[in-house]
């Protein structure tokens, strides 16, 4: 079952819902509008081996797991 994430229309509020068909009815928690706008999703995936490492070049912003501290 697929979770989906929405922005009520009305309310601004951003909810996740599992959807279990396409032809259910979503309503938002905050103000129960059933007028939501479904988003598009961001996901991570494990990497083979274990190793999350960046191909890019590293990001800075200094402190750890910025890329600056040479963990990554």
Do not use: W
């Amino acid at each position: 079952m697929p979770i989906y994430e929405y922005v009520c229309d009305d309310c601004k509020s951003q909810f996740e819902k599992i959807v279990i068909n396409r032809q259910q009815e979503i309503s938002c928690p905050t103000c129960s509008s059933k007028r939501a706008t479904i988003q598009l999703s961001v996901f991570s995936s494990a990497v083979a081996g274990g190793s999350a490492k960046s191909s890019g070049p590293p990001s800075g912003g200094g402190g750890c797991c910025g890329g600056g501290c040479g963990c990554h």
